[in-house]
């Protein structure tokens, strides 16, 4: 048997061993972690919709209306109108055909590629894709071949090399631990020259990115001819839970057949499908938070800038401190807590070896004065 305390004792000493932190306040800037006030400044919570009143109201409405649990997975009798009325809102909202909600961007990930590839198949992946695209990969039992970080030559080179079965490019739209936006004009080129699908999952593009959150597709004008398949989260710019695919007819009918952790899981509460239409109205309508945000990144970057911080290329709410070593990226964290700034160290294997990093993220709720508070303790502390 697997001697269990060696290898976390292992861990410990690689700088490796994760622990959770107890928050005993609700999901917002403003937080109670570990016994002490603290500003935050790494949650997905983007636009600051996850404790608004109108998306609290529509849950609390909604467990009134349709109790807590869904009762049973999709197919079997767990389907109710509140879901419906979501997938087909959110089919507007990306101007496509159809959408399918997941419980999770976890499932939604392994259920779509492993629903469209097989053993003979082929799916390209972006090196620093999302875990839960490269285990859909491995769950598939395709080829999985990786190409280097948002590079369309290197795609275009391994694609040109496979001539039989199915070929699925899948990429980040923004990369989760990096910040910065793939390529897609260049990957869908590619793609499209091959005749494979493309699959984007803009967990982190959608509300952020494009004049009404349409995400990273919008902020570079494609269309489902260019993007077959793309997933959103609901639990990062929309404040909620579960995700989507959006596509075709019949690509949404194939993974209502074929897809198992659709198929073989309960159904997300119907309350969470009502909070989630809210805040849909929200993220689409209230621009001033994108804008908001966009002004608090560039004042977090020329400020950074002028400290000598080492920036990376990105212009999201994602703004890594890349740092290196584990030890001294958790040694930080630490130091910054002790300072009432909340930000998590980001280790292998999320993360390359050698490149832990601080990943430091934005919302519309912060204020000025937070970001400012955040580059004074940085300073001090870097
Ligand atoms: C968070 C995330 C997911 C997983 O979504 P969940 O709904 O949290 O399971 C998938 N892909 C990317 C890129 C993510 O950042």
Redesign the pocket.
């Known amino acids: 048997m697997r001697n269990l305390n060696a290898e976390l004792t292992r861990l410990k000493q690689q700088g490796l061993y994760r622990q959770r932190r107890i928050l005993d306040s609700a999901t917002g800037i403003y937080a109670h972690a570990d016994g002490r006030e603290v500003i935050s400044f790494c949650s ?1 919570d983007y636009l600051g919709l996850a404790n608004h009143p109108d998306v609290v109201k529509a849950m609390q409405t909604g467990t009134d209306h349709w109790g807590v649990g869904s009762g049973a997975s999709h197919l079997v009798n767990g389907h109710t109108a509140a879901h419906h009325a979501l997938e087909e809102e959110l089919a507007a909202f990306t101007g496509r055909p159809r959408t399918l909600l997941f419980s ?6 392994l259920g779509v590629i492993a629903a469209l590839c097989g053993r003979g198949d082929y799916v390209f992946e972006d090196r620093l ?2 875990a ?2 490269l285990d859909g990969g491995l769950l598939s039992q395709a080829r999985l071949q990786r190409y280097a970080h948002g590079d369309s030559a290197a795609l275009e080179t391994q694609l040109a090399r496979r001539d039989s079965g199915e070929k699925l490019v899948v990429t ?1 739209g923004v990369f ?1 631990m990096d910040g910065d936006i793939a390529p897609l004009p260049e990957l869908a080129a590619a793609a499209k020259d091959h005749n494979a699908w493309l699959m984007v ?1 803009d ?2 593009g959608f509300g952020v990115l494009g004049a009404t959150g349409g995400g990273t597709v919008a902020h570079f004008g494609l269309g489902m001819d260019e993007v077959p398949i793309l ?1 959103g ?4 710019a929309f404040g909620s ?3 989507f695919v959006a596509g075709a007819e019949e690509l949404i009918e194939f993974l209502i057949q074929k897809a198992r952790p659709y198929i073989y899981t309960t159904a997300l509460p119907p309350a969470v499908a009502e909070a989630t239409r809210a805040s849909l109205k929200l993220l689409q309508t209230e621009n001033w938070r994108r804008d908001k945000l966009q002004r608090l990144i560039q004042r977090f970057r020329s400020g950074a800038a002028e400290l000598g911080l080492t920036l990376m290329d990105s212009y999201t709410p994602i703004q890594p401190l890349l740092i290196g070593d584990n030890d001294r990226a958790v040694a930080l964290s630490q130091a910054l807590l002790k300072q009432g700034i909340l930000i998590g160290a980001i280790r292998p294997p999320t993360v390359p070896e050698g490149s832990a990093r601080l990943r430091i993220t934005f919302s519309a709720a912060h204020r000025e004065v937070d970001v400012d508070q955040l580059l004074t303790v940085l300073e001090m502390a870097a």
Not at 104 to 109: D, F
Not at 233 to 236: A, C, D, E, F, N
């Open positions: 997905n999770t961007g976890y499932m939604a990930n894709n999302h839960s695209l980040d989760s999952d967990a982190h997933i989260t609901l639990g990062k839970f579960g995700a």
